[in-house]
């Protein structure tokens, strides 16, 4: 790729949104979300624009109606019901007809690991193909996540797995990946040195990366760069910790690494319009439990 085209490529790739939820900031906090196609889609006229995720894997059930859908600039229409498989960092686009139904579920694959590993390899890769026999199994993860109580976690899990090993077998588990594996490596490195001031040049060499290289392949995978990655890795983990501890809002700032708290609220703030307070109030308010 000759110099004036690498710099057309990083526009275009930087010009595509990346979102956790579509048009959303602010990571959600619950193991998984769930939702219907209507909910998101009728708002936007039932058309969703080219964008990505990050750290959130996503599988679309269509139950009727009509999608054209792009992932990663591949143009299909295909015949309802149908199951879409996204994964993180996959730019992708829908154009739904008014009334089409079905739900959309999003996974963080951080607390699946064992759904998103290579022996899950059908699942590292974009794809859609006949739902054959899954409705209930996505109708029984959206009753589920309506649902509270002391198991509901584990509920969700077991549900969200069942659904996850059915896709599996029904898809091709010799496909190779898209996405490169070093940006899980990535991911799995950042969680593990939230509190240790590393940079991106310790990030680049513990997986035999230059630091260009490195950006490249961020910018490729998720449309950020590393630090744009790695900033976004640590939002989703203070809001994991704000949402699941009673640890205090400074706490929380310490063990990712912030050494000023008011820093720590700014940047918090930056990437969710939330302080933390008002985002574990937020939280409390309305996430079931």
């Given amino acids: 790729m000759d110099v004036g085209r690498e710099v057309l490529y990083k526009s275009a790739m930087e010009r595509i949104p990346t979102w956790q939820l579509y048009g959303e900031a602010s990571p959600f906090p619950d193991l998984l979300h769930i939702e219907r196609i209507v909910d998101r889609a009728e708002g936007q006229a039932w058309v969703i624009a080219a964008h990505r995720h990050v750290n959130l894997h996503q599988i679309f059930l269509i139950r009727s109606g009509q999608v054209d859908l792009s992932l990663d ?9 149908v199951v879409i498989n996204i994964p993180p960092g996959t730019v992708h686009a829908f154009r739904f007809a008014a009334g089409t139904d079905g739900h959309v579920l999003t996974l963080p694959p951080a607390d699946f690991p064992e759904l998103f590993g290579q022996e899950m390899a059908a699942l590292l890769r974009p794809f859609d193909m006949p ?11 959206a009753t589920r996540h309506a649902q509270s109580g002391p198991l509901r976690r584990l509920r969700l899990r077991a549900a969200a797995t069942d659904l996850c090993c059915a896709l599996a077998d029904q898809g091709d588990s010799t ?27 310790d990030y680049a060499c513990a997986l035999g990366l230059s630091d260009r290289h490195l950006r490249r392949l961020c910018l490729e995978a998720t ?25 205090q809002v400074q706490e929380v700032g310490f063990a990712l690494g912030f050494d000023d708290p008011a820093y720590f609220v700014r940047v918090f703030r930056q990437g969710t319009t939330l302080s933390p307070t008002e985002y574990r109030r937020r939280v409390a308010e309305g996430a079931p439990r």
């Fill in 73 to 81: 600039g591949q143009r299909r229409s295909p015949a309802p019901p």
């Fill in 131 to 141: 739902a054959n026999g899954l409705e209930p199994l996505m109708d029984s993860i």
């Fill in 223 to 247: 449309g950020l760069s590393t630090h744009g990655f790695i900033a976004a890795t640590r939002l989703r983990e203070a809001c994991r910790l704000l949402a699941y501890t009673r640890m």
């Fill in 175 to 201: 496909a190779e990946p898209t996405a490169p594996p070093h940006i899980p490596q990535l991911e799995g490195l950042v969680r593990a040195h939230l509190a240790d001031g590393w940079q991106v040049t």
